[in-house]
């Protein structure tokens, strides 16, 4: 290998380097596996990084779907044009993002608000996904924060739709995969920001480490404040650890505005319950069981019949056949049925 | 005579060398045997999913693809199997008076005095409660079950999207688990009895078991099935 690592990328809007360069997102930096109980520590921390999506620079464009289209080489189906401004529909196995549109009428201004979100995977640092996923190394984190569906060893199961709080992951109906935005971590690998970021043409996506996202969705807050949004704030939630996806709202108070955006989402209870206790003490039980089962067949005195009762037996029943059956004693209605 | 204790073709097969009664005809060893193995591979393949220590044995199926579409599939076989069996079986495991008696006196059941206990028909209290335990369970995890099965969770989005819902679905996954725990360790106690009680299997093998089993373990239904004899004993 003489090819030298790609730096790990500050930001989407620099140019990349032009010369070829060794991936830079390895498998030792990994720091969870799903469906595996011991992953290594990792030799080295990358610098986290996240992206930012700024609600009130957003113009609904569509640039960052056709981008996230391009780079991914995903085909979603032509649909049918219901009359509303979502392209496709929903989230699909092909569609990795979404712009999705809401009208707000404020009731503070009378003005009507048109708010756009750019949907998709938060890489949340606490993974549901990642969770509820039963195939080893299907759902991989890596240090930087990048949540990844691997598809080789994905079975299709849907256990991360379920697993997930944000309803992001879509299982592929012919592939049978589930898929969902990887954050571009094969740019990110090469020192490339993700391809929506690269395309957005007013900055409402932005890419690099998270501090400086944080850093920069400060000033843009601020900004915000000082022109009548006092609620305008950053969603970065806490319930999942904090996420690799943030947004700035002007509503940061009332996040479910935003075609629904959660306000304090965290990993379900019910999942929690399900891939924790249930999980271990259910195989406990079963393993407990399973062994007292033999141990008592192997030493404890078996339930035998003895040769006494096979002559009692005998002696009934030939009494019993002998003896005059009254004719009275067997009602019709109980000939038939089972 | 009354049938409160049997089934219709429950008969004295033999009087020598030793009593034989017949237990299952071989319909339903075959509807039984079909049942447990589905159980099985359903056992094998949900847990490959359940922990990760043993996702190892989604191999024996060709690998976590498979045991996706595999384990529904077998779980719609096994529902189905079941249904006929339980129909079968129902209405002599009905609880009676004798069945609390003999629960209260399990002691005895373990110890194996089971001259101290009331005399009983086709099951005793414990083998009821393992059929009606299947039943509530099979019935728990085929809903569960076609809630969480991908490929059909459009079905649930066309006829009744409460169920495709995620928080549904995740409610499903839960008690799916823990239903299928449940049924694994009836399985266990089933076959662990069926070994104990030296003399059952023969029921779901050749069909028939001795008349001192009969004798022991379920004298009623003896008695009923002697009565019935009206043919006089074979040479």
């Not at chain 1, 509820?132 to 598809?151: E, H, K, L, M």
Request: with cysteine; glycine share 8%; net charge neutral.
């Amino acid at each position: 290998m003489t090819t030298e690592r790609a730096p790990q990328p500050t930001t989407a809007a620099a140019n990349p380097p032009v010369q070829p360069m060794a991936s830079n997102l390895l498998p030792t930096d990994l720091v969870r596996i799903s469906a595996t109980a011991n992953v290594p520590a990792p030799e080295r921390q990358l610098t986290k990084v996240a992206k930012l999506i700024d609600v009130s620079k957003c113009i609904g464009c569509k640039a960052c779907q056709t981008a996230c289209i391009e780079w991914n080489d995903t085909h979603p189906a032509v649909e049918e044009n219901v009359g509303v401004y979502e392209n496709p529909h929903d989230l699909t196995p092909e569609m990795y993002t979404l712009m999705r549109f809401s009208e707000y009428e404020n009731p503070g201004t009378g003005d009507l608000e048109w708010l756009i979100r750019k949907d998709g995977c938060m890489h949340c640092e606490d993974p549901g996904c990642l969770k509820a996923c039963p195939a080893p190394g299907a759902i991989v984190q890596y240090s930087n924060g990048i949540v990844d569906f691997i598809s080789a060893n994905c079975i299709g199961c849907g256990y991360c739709v379920s697993g997930c709080p944000f309803d992001i992951p879509r299982i592929h109906q012919t592939a049978h995969v589930s898929k969902k935005c990887t954050l571009c971590s094969d740019r990110v690998a090469v020192g490339q920001g993700p391809a929506c970021a690269k395309a957005c043409p007013t900055q409402a996506i932005t890419f690099g480490t998270k501090d400086d996202m944080i850093a920069l969705a400060n000033e843009r807050i601020e900004d915000l404040q000082s022109r009548g949004y006092d609620n305008a704030g950053l969603y970065d939630p806490q319930g999942v650890g904090g996420t690799h996806v943030m947004y700035v709202l002007h509503h940061a108070d009332k996040p479910g505005l935003y075609a629904g955006l959660p306000a304090d989402p965290r990993i379900s209870p019910v999942v929690e319950s399900w891939k924790g206790t249930t999980k271990t003490v259910g195989l406990a039980a079963i393993g407990l069981a399973a062994a007292g089962a033999v141990l008592h067949g192997i030493f404890a005195k078996a339930n035998k019949v003895s040769a006494e009762e096979e002559h009692e037996a005998e002696e009934l029943v030939v009494k019993t056949a002998s003896a005059p059956v009254p004719p009275s004693s067997v009602p019709p209605e109980n000939r038939g049925g089972l | 005579m009354r049938r409160e204790y049997s089934h219709e073709g429950d008969h004295i097969e033999a009087l020598k060398p030793v009593v034989t009664v017949s237990r299952y005809r071989g319909i339903t060893r075959a509807n039984h045997w079909v049942t447990a193995l589905s159980l099985i591979l359903l056992a094998l393949s949900g847990l490959a999913l359940f922990h990760p220590s043993l996702y190892f044995l989604s191999g024996l199926f060709g690998g976590g693809q498979v045991v996706r579409w595999l384990h529904p599939i077998i779980g719609v076989v096994l529902f189905l199997s079941f249904f006929l069996l339980f129909l079968q079986m129902w209405k002599l495991n009905l609880p009676r008076r004798e069945d609390a008696t003999w629960v209260a006196r399990i002691g005895d059941v373990m110890a194996g005095h089971e001259e101290k206990l009331p005399e009983l028909g086709k099951y005793n209290a414990g083998q009821k409660g393992v059929f009606w335990a299947m039943t509530v369970l099979i019935l728990v995890l085929i809903v569960t079950g076609l809630m969480i099965w991908e490929q059909q969770v459009h079905l649930w989005r066309d006829y009744a999207p409460w169920a495709a819902t995620i928080p549904a679905r995740r409610i499903a996954l839960l008690v799916h688990a823990l239903s299928a725990v449940g049924i694994i360790l009836v399985f266990i106690l089933h076959v662990y009895a069926a070994f104990w009680t030296r003399g059952t299997l023969r029921a779901m093998t050749r069909g028939n078991v001795t008349g001192g089993w009969a004798f022991r373990h379920h004298r009623k239904w003896l008695r009923e099935v002697a009565r019935r004899q009206n043919t006089p004993p074979a040479e």
